[in-house]
């Protein structure tokens, strides 16, 4: 069984998350979503706006991911790797790069991202509608 990881916040699910989910699992048998804790949430300066718990139900209704694992801090993605038995790491290719040093442990790839759709965009559309 070949295995996927990918990591993320997932908040405001939109069809950029599901094109990303979707392809990720493509490439294996098996998908594990690590999402960001609220606590890690706000060690990176972000708020989101559903709680760890609703974020983590939600993924774990859509057809494609099969686990949805807490990230609590940068560092534990080797030990993730290890730990999952994961053949291949899947990140947006906005992050190109970032995360090669995985290399040493299991494939890793960079997706494209979805044009034009962003959890990033939806709230600045929002804050614009509720300003206009």
């Not at 094109?19 to 606590?39: M, P």
């Not at 991911?65 to 080797?78: F, G, R």
């Not at 190109?96 to 997706?111: M, N, P, R, S």
Request: aromatic letters at 10%; one cysteine or more; a positive charge.
């Amino acid at each position: 069984m070949k295995k996927v990881i990918t990591y993320g916040t997932f908040d405001l699910l939109h069809h950029g998350h599901i094109n990303i989910l979707r392809r990720a699992k493509a490439l294996g048998d098996h998908l594990t979503v690590a999402i960001s804790s609220d606590e890690f949430n706000a060690i990176k300066g972000k708020k989101a706006y559903h709680n760890f718990e609703t974020r983590k139900m939600i993924l774990e209704a859509i057809r494609y991911v099969d686990q949805v694992i807490p990230e609590h801090q940068w560092e534990q993605k080797i030990d993730d790797v290890r730990k999952h038995h994961i053949d291949t790491f899947v990140m947006g290719d906005d992050w190109h790069g970032k995360f090669d040093f995985l290399k040493d442990y299991c494939e890793v790839i960079y997706l494209p991202r979805t044009i034009g759709i962003s959890t990033t965009k939806i709230k600045k559309d929002m804050q614009t509608v509720n300003n206009g």
